[in-house]
T-cell receptor, first 117, second 113 residues
């Protein structure tokens, strides 16, 4: 089946630093990748939709200058949390849509736990 | 407003017992409904996907049902195992050909020996 990986699986950083999270589709090409954030005991919240070779579309309330998304290839998207603060601590999950799929099939990565001190 | 509600919020059962999780949705237009299993600290894994015309779908010990008229779905787990302990999330896709997923808040299932 389609496999999506994320790196790193967890990261701890100091307030004010930037953190980059990678999302890769390992055995398929993904024209579209999605970034979600999940706080404890809450459901996934879509942050942005990333299309290969174009600018990401951000959901309302998500700062595009703080959460930089790059989708440079059909197998890789990156999320950079700039000038991270403790309130950015969360579980970040990406998903990828298969090329040529129905548009409804998304495969999720294992997530990245970000802790900002 | 598109919404997906799940019940119960949490559930504790003994190993070997069956259980049923509920999902009610108000999503329009409706494309499909999925059930995911999410282990703690992991990403969601798909269990079943059902379109408007499908009433039931099974995946091993997991059986999902869909009533598109009442906009309700259920996930039945038979002969539960300790490894079934996880959060189960009901997700509805809003509209054909769109990537918009509406997530429920999940049911936290704990299976004890």
């Amino acid at each position: 089946g389609a496999v999506v990986s994320q790196h790193p699986s967890w990261v701890i950083c100091k307030s004010g630093t930037s953190v980059k999270i990678e999302c890769r589709s390992l055995d398929f090409q993904a024209t579209t990748m999605f970034w979600y954030r999940q706080f404890p005991k809450q459901s996934l919240m879509l942050m942005a939709t990333s299309n290969e070779g174009s600018k990401a579309t951000y959901e309302q309330g998500v700062e595009k200058d703080k959460f930089l998304i790059n989708h440079a290839s059909l197998t890789l998207s990156t999320l950079t949390v700039t000038s991270a603060h403790p309130e950015d601590s969360s579980f970040y999950i990406c998903s990828a849509r298969t090329l040529g799929g129905s548009g409804d099939e998304q495969f999720f990565g294992p997530g990245t736990r970000l802790t900002v001190l | 407003k598109n919404q997906v509600e799940q019940s119960p919020q949490s559930l504790i059962i003994l190993e070997g017992k069956n259980c049923t999780l509920q999902c009610n949705y108000t999503v329009s237009p409706f494309s499909n409904l999925r059930w995911y299993k999410q282990d703690t600290g992991r990403g969601p894994v798909s269990l079943t996907i059902m379109t408007f015309s499908e009433n039931t779908k099974s995946n091993g010990r997991y059986t999902a049902t869909l009533d598109a008229d009442t906009k309700q779905s259920s996930l039945h787990i038979t002969a539960s195992q300790l490894s079934d302990s996880a959060s189960y999330i009901c997700v509805v896709s809003a509209g054909r050909g769109t990537d918009k997923l509406i997530f429920g808040t999940g049911t936290r299932l704990q299976v004890f020996p």
